[in-house]
């Protein structure tokens, strides 16, 4: 293989690292995974998660790297001045050297986003944009007259690599309010005193610059090597999965994602609408999933606990295993309580009842996108580690009524290789 023949897709996780380099033809050449050295909320530890990764490739793969492209966790947001960098010092409670993470609703900016937005999914508590307030009115007693920016996980680290912090994929900003129709900020987002902050957008596939040269040493990677703008985790798994016009595709990671191509765009509380590849790309994402499951069980419980579950008699327990208070989709609901109790005696009748309360929210996931305009989802392709369980798919297969496809070694980072590939230098 010659040099730029090979393209690298980087996955920004809700639990960790993943990268995955693939041929010209998409074909995967190699894949390395990681937790994050620091905590999500914690930019540093993206970056120096990343180089870390990247080192672990071969080298005389890393040689041939010709383009890029990152997957983040959509609604991940930090504050950081125009050369990236990151302030200091808490504010009313707001670590602003730390990003708000996206599952973090902030309900006492509802109304103003609201205001703002006038609708859309920027309108929610649990949008970017009132995650953007908070941060805004906490800098505003660092330094007011700071040029500060608002940028998205896989934006800000996309920054880093061109060394120009300006720009912001399409699919990452939507939550903050860019109408993908209109192609601008939606309501009179754009009008605020703190517009300047917002990034200026860019389609998913744009080919935006190369590494610069600290870059590019600090990952090892060669210093043309372009950069390419990806897309959020989920859109990722979903270019990676290739799914079909009446298929549905449900990421099972620390939380549940559901997503499915649609003729034309919908749009609701809590729902995404995405363009990916030139078609229009659904869904929404739950506060609910697998993270709740490693609260109470190891991975290794977890594998003998499922194999003592029949997926064809139901537990009786009716639960709702958020990670934590509020929702974001099927229902946009900020101060939803999770339903963890009774708790049986029974570790194993638990966590089937756990299994049991989040197929429950995926089948009422589905429902809600049909309701707004979606078409009918006839077989649903599952991504993730829960995608490893065959319990699990054997009572979500029962609950939703339609074929139940388990590819767990599909990757968001696979996805974003792929889609990085697209811009690597023809034959």
């Known amino acids: 293989m010659a040099q730029g023949t090979l393209a690298l897709g980087v996955d920004l996780g809700s639990s960790g690292l993943r990268l995955a380099l693939v041929n010209r033809e998409g074909s995967v050449v190699a894949e390395v995974g990681s937790d994050y050295p620091a905590p999500l909320v914690q930019p540093q530890g993206w970056r120096n998660g990343l180089a870390t990764l990247c080192h672990e490739l071969p080298a005389d793969l890393r040689g041939r790297v010709g383009a890029l492209a990152?997957?983040?966790?959509?609604?991940?947001?930090?504050?950081?001045?125009?050369?990236?960098?990151?302030?200091?010092?808490?504010?009313?409670?707001?670590?602003?050297?730390?990003?708000?993470?996206?599952?973090?609703?902030?309900?006492?900016?509802?109304?103003?986003?609201?205001?703002?937005?006038?609708?859309?999914?920027?309108?929610?508590?649990?949008?970017?944009?009132?995650?953007?307030?908070?941060?805004?009115?906490?800098?505003?007693?660092?330094?007011?007259?700071?040029?500060?920016?608002?940028?998205?996980?896989?934006?800000?680290?996309m920054g880093w690599l061109l060394g120009d912090w300006r720009w912001g994929e399409e699919g990452n900003n939507l939550r903050l309010g860019w109408d993908l129709q209109g192609r601008s900020w939606a309501g009179e987002i754009a009008a605020q005193p703190w517009s300047s902050a917002l990034p200026a957008i860019r389609a998913s596939g744009e080919v935006l610059g190369q590494l610069t040269a600290t870059a590019a040493a600090a990952l090892d990677l060669p210093p043309g090597c372009r950069v390419v703008a990806g897309s959020t985790d989920a859109n990722a798994a979903v270019l990676a999965a290739e799914p079909g016009d009446h298929d549905g595709?449900?990421?099972?990671?620390?939380?549940?994602?559901?997503?499915?191509?649609?003729?034309?765009?919908?749009?609701?509380?809590?729902?995404?609408?995405?363009?990916?590849?030139?078609?229009?790309?659904?869904?929404?994402?739950s506060n609910a999933g697998g993270g709740v499951l490693r609260r109470f069980f190891s991975d290794r419980q977890l594998a003998e606990l499922s194999s003592q579950i029949d997926p064809a008699a139901d537990s009786g327990l009716l639960l709702r295993p958020l990670n934590g208070r509020g929702e974001r989709f099927p229902v946009d609901d900020p101060d939803l309580e999770p339903v963890l109790e009774p708790r049986p005696v029974s570790d194993g009748l638990f966590l089937q009842g756990l299994l049991e309360g989040l197929a429950e929210i995926e089948r009422a996931g589905w429902a809600r996108l049909r309701q707004l305009g979606a078409p009918a989802v006839q077989r649903v392709i599952s991504l993730g580690g829960g995608a490893r369980n065959p319990q699990w798919r054997a009572i979500r297969q029962r609950r939703l009524g339609c074929a139940v496809l388990n590819r767990p070694r599909l990757s968001a980072a696979l996805g974003m290789a792929r889609l990085a590939a697209t811009s690597l230098p023809k034959r």
Do not use: F, M
């Open 70 to 157: 990152l997957a983040g966790t959509s609604g991940t947001l930090l504050l950081c001045r125009g050369d990236g960098s990151l302030p200091a010092g808490i504010q009313r409670g707001v670590n602003l050297a730390e990003a708000l993470p996206y599952h973090l609703a902030c309900p006492e900016q509802a109304r103003a986003a609201a205001a703002i937005a006038a609708g859309g999914a920027a309108s929610s508590a649990s949008g970017s944009l009132a995650r953007a307030l908070r941060l805004l009115e906490a800098a505003q007693e660092l330094a007011p007259a700071e040029p500060w920016l608002l940028r998205h996980q896989a934006d800000w680290l």
């Open 249 to 285: 595709v449900t990421v099972l990671g620390t939380t549940l994602v559901l997503k499915q191509w649609c003729a034309e765009p919908i749009g609701g509380p809590g729902v995404s609408c995405h363009r990916v590849a030139g078609r229009w790309l659904v869904g929404g994402a």
